[in-house]
């Protein structure tokens, strides 16, 4: 079935960036858009961006403009998020989610964890 | 970016039916509709309902999206145990280009 895997759980400086993973299987990998939501401990659900394989079209929301980057490898059906310019306020659990109208599936969440 | 807007908590007793309410505008629901995410703790959430209001496979018939103008709702009938948890609305915003969340109400079956 459908799945959606990332990367383990990270811990990062202030100031420094994380990269995050998300590799797809069993689906046609470029008909879906990869979003990633990330969640505050205790908070609800924030939309961060969006993007399109083959051609890597991307969609940030303006919060995080300059800060993040999404990037795809095709080759593997995997998905980058990059956030950069740490602070304590991003420790969160990050997840992806394929979407084509309705995020119907998602990964299992990456806790990131920006501590000095 | 503004958001949507759901009531933080509801209660209600077993077995009784509960409704769940996500205001927005008509560049969010109104526009494009809902959709409907649970999330127990500790897990990723989960589709309960497409934008059109149809439920994904395996999604029991108990839980019901409708739509009216900008206003989205759950209903969840026979409330059972294993409903207790977070419920998010979601919907794209086509003036901000951007998904927005409800804040998130937490349903408690008494």
């Known amino acids: 079935q459908v799945q959606l895997v990332q990367s383990g759980a990270e811990v990062a400086k202030p100031g420094a960036s994380v990269k995050v993973s998300c590799k797809a299987s069993?689906?046609?990998?470029?008909?879906?858009?990869i979003h990633w939501v990330r969640q505050a401990p205790g908070q609800g659900l924030e939309w961060m961006g969006s993007i399109k394989p083959p051609w890597a079209n991307t969609n940030y929301a303006q919060k995080f403009q300059g800060r993040v980057i999404m990037s795809i490898d095709t080759s593997t059906s995997t998905v980058y998020m990059e956030l950069g310019i740490l602070r304590s306020e991003d420790t969160a659990i990050y997840y992806c989610?394929?979407?084509?109208?309705?995020?119907?599936?998602w990964g299992q969440g990456t806790l990131v964890t920006v501590s000095s | 970016q503004a958001g949507l807007t759901q009531p933080p908590s509801v209660s209600t007793d077993l077995r009784q039916t509960a409704t769940v309410t996500c205001n927005g505008n008509s560049n969010n629901i109104g526009f494009q509709g809902a959709v409907w995410l649970q999330q127990h703790q500790g897990h990723p959430p989960k589709l309960l309902s497409y934008?059109?209001?149809n439920r994904p496979s395996g999604i029991s018939e108990r839980f019901s999206a409708f739509r009216s103008g900008n206003t989205a709702s759950l209903t969840i009938t026979g409330l059972q145990p294993e409903d207790e948890a977070d419920y998010y609305c979601?919907?794209?915003?086509?003036?901000?280009?951007?998904?927005?969340f409800g804040g998130g109400t937490k349903l408690t079956v008494l």
């Open positions: 934008r059109n209001g």
């Open positions: 979601t919907a794209w915003d086509s003036s901000l280009n951007a998904w927005v």
């Open positions: 989610a394929r979407e084509l109208g309705s995020p119907d599936y």
């Open positions: 069993e689906y046609t990998f470029n008909n879906y858009f």
